[in-house]
């Protein structure tokens, strides 16, 4: 009697199922429907190596493959230099007498100074200058060159008239061209050529002798200029070199005073 009794007072449980349970409150996922896990995406393997020590390294270059590409690096540079250098030599003399003719460098005829202005030009008489002439010839050349006459007085826009004797003493053709400067420098762009020898080919024959012509003026924009004040003297100074083919002369040079 007392077991029954205390069975009567002990609260009743509700019996347990079985199955899956529910899902936990909160996390928004729909009754019954089983839970998506996403995994990270791992990147491919690299592909390894297995070393003597039994551990995996990566695979390197080899010491031949690194020196083969560093080689075909330098010999491109290299190639691409050569051929910059061969054009640049072809266009130097060529683009160095546009751009003397443009600024009067080395004694070029400026633009706008020509022979059509000789004409209206007014001499400044009592500016005297002194125009001395020089005449040389490289080592391999075998003429014989030089000024007929050292120096003339002139005055600035007056025009002027020289000559130099070129002899070729050998028994064989020669042909050569010649190049000039100025001294000063900056006296350079007043000193304007009518007519020259200069960057042409000249063409001696065996003991053949020849008289070249200079005709030239200076600009009397020279006496108006402050930095030609103490200048009385100017030198205008040639240089021949034998024409081969294949070859240039150099380009002209230039001294300070």
Known sequence: MLLSALLRQAPRQAPRRLGP??????????????????????????????????????????????????????????????????GLSYAAVPLYRLYCQATGLGGSAVAGHDSDLVATMEPVRERVIKVTF????????????????????????????????????????????????????????????????CFEEQRLNPHEEVDMPVFFYIDPEFDADPRMARVDTITLSYTFFEAKEGQRPPLPGYAYS
Request: hydrophobic residues 35%.
């Open 134 to 197: 020089n005449a040389d010839t490289h080592a391999s050349m075998r003429w014989n060159f030089r000024p007929q006459q050292t120096e003339i007085f002139v005055v600035p826009g007056e025009t002027a008239l020289a000559f130099y004797k070129a002899k070729n003493p050998t028994d064989k053709p020669i042909i050569g061209i010649s190049t000039y400067n100025v001294v000063p420098f900056d006296a350079g762009q007043y000193f304007n050529k009518i007519q020259c020898f």
């Open 21 to 86: 349970s529910p899902p936990p409150r909160g996390l928004g996922c729909d009754a019954g429907r089983p839970l998506r896990v996403l995994w990270p995406q791992i990147p491919a393997a690299r592909p390894y190596v297995q070393s003597r020590g039994g551990v995996k390294s990566r695979k390197r270059p080899s010491f031949e493959e690194q020196r083969q590409t560093r080689n075909k690096t330098v010999l491109t540079y290299v190639a691409a230099a050569g051929v910059a250098m061969v």
